[in-house]
């Protein structure tokens, strides 16, 4: 039974970590005008859900692979896979359009300062010891 409970909660952390992504792409994009476009809510939900599902699948496997790149760069690299995972998702996602890498690494650099703004009010709190 003590399972069912954990399934339960890993779920709603994806929904809610899902949601809160969706307002933050929403809200990255707008800021991006240009060079980053998302038609409607909807696409940037689906956006989320692609960029969690590449983010839990893919990005393990590259970074596995490109270790003495990142350590080389000191951990700069990532940004570099960050942005080729927006632009595979743009390339799954129609109504996403991102114009160049470059707009790719600025979107996630802003998109991870904007979700980490807004995923405040749901993180979980510890007491300190």
């Known amino acids: 039974m003590e399972n069912y409970g954990n399934r339960r909660f890993q779920v709603m952390s994806f929904l809610i970590k899902t949601l809160v992504t969706t307002f933050a792409v929403v809200i990255t994009a707008y800021l991006l005008s240009p060079g980053v476009v998302v ?8 956006v989320a859900f692609v960029l969690g599902v590449l983010n839990m699948i893919l990005k393990p496997v590259l970074i596995v692979l490109t270790i003495p790149v990142t350590v080389m760069s000191f951990g700069l690299f990532l940004l ?3 942005a080729f995972i927006i632009q595979l998702a743009a390339y799954f996602v ?3 359009e991102v114009r160049t890498f470059w707009w790719a690494l600025l979107f996630s650099v802003i998109l991870s300062i904007v979700s980490w703004f807004l995923e405040l009010p749901v993180r979980p709190r510890h007491p300190r010891s």
Do not use: D, R, Y
């Open 94 to 96: 129609s109504g996403f």
């Open 80 to 82: 570099v896979i960050n």
């Open 39 to 46: 038609e409607n809510f909807i696409t940037a939900l689906v």
